[in-house]
Antibody
Framework: EMQLLQSGGGLVHPGGSLTLSCEAS????????MNWVRQAPGKGLEWVAT????????IYADSVKGRFTVSRDNSKNTVYLQLGSLTSDDTAVYFC??????????WGQGTLVTVSS | EVVLTQSPATLSVSPGESASLSCRTS??????IAWYQQRPGQAPRLVLY???TRATGIPGRFSGSRFGTEFNLTISSLQSEDFAIYYC?????????FGPGTKVEVK
């Protein structure tokens, strides 16, 4: 069974940084691209970033480009999202999701990031 | 970017009835549309991909169709576990984009 277990998240001050982790099991991790998707409180889903299976290419939403960094360690079956220069607009539940040629067929449980002073 | 418009925003349906949800794209995305179900407090779950193919474990009462840039998700004979928010997503172009969602609620 495919599983994605997320960790990290919490309260951070405006301008601060945070790193989220997502550990995969149940599938061959280094065969698949991975994504991060976020959901602000009471709002819809917003794609944030994608990293290819070997980590060689990363793609970001304009809203986070230059502030967030997605990376992966295939030896640890883990994908990361480093969040920086955070503002209140970044307050959201962040999900990692396995990419199956564009569709997201397995999701982590989500982790809440709250940006507040 | 490709903008997805979903209608209606809310659909009130009685259990056992059917529901039809619409997703319209601002550009041609071929059949590269996925539908996700999100129950309160849970992560989204893939329901359909390639516009009309059911994901693993999705019951046959879920079906999808495409008419140009309009995509439909139909749920026949709604069960209690089907009341949720449904999002469409296009994966033909970058950035990946989602629709705003349709909430299917109990009438």
């Amino acid at each position: 069974e495919m599983q994605l277990l997320q960790s990290g998240g919490g309260l951070v001050h405006p301008g601060g940084s945070l790193t989220l982790s997502c550990e995969a099991s149940g599938f061959i991790f280094n065969d698949y691209a991975m994504n991060w998707v976020r959901q602000a409180p009471g709002k819809g889903l917003e794609w944030v970033a994608t990293i290819t299976s070997n980590g060689g290419k990363t793609i970001y939403a304009d809203s986070v480009k230059g502030r967030f960094t997605v990376s992966r360690d295939n030896s640890k079956n883990t994908v990361y999202l480093q969040l920086g220069s955070l503002t209140s607009d970044d307050t959201a539940v962040y999900f990692c999701a396995k990419d199956w040629t564009g569709r997201l067929d397995s999701w982590g449980q989500g982790t809440l990031v709250t940006v507040s002073s | 970017e490709v903008v997805l418009t979903q209608s209606p925003a809310t659909l009130s349906v009685s259990p056992g009835e059917s529901a039809s949800l619409s997703c319209r794209t601002s550009q041609i995305v071929s059949a590269n549309i996925a539908w996700y179900q999100q129950r309160p407090g849970q992560a989204p779950r893939l329901v359909l991909y390639a516009a009309s193919t059911r994901a693993t474990g999705i019951p046959g009462r879920f079906s999808g169709s495409r008419f140009g840039t309009e995509f439909n998700l139909t749920i026949s004979s709604l069960q209690s576990e089907d009341f949720a928010i449904y999002y469409c997503q296009q994966y033909n172009n970058w950035p990946r984009t989602f629709g705003p969602g349709t909430k299917v609620e109990v009438k």
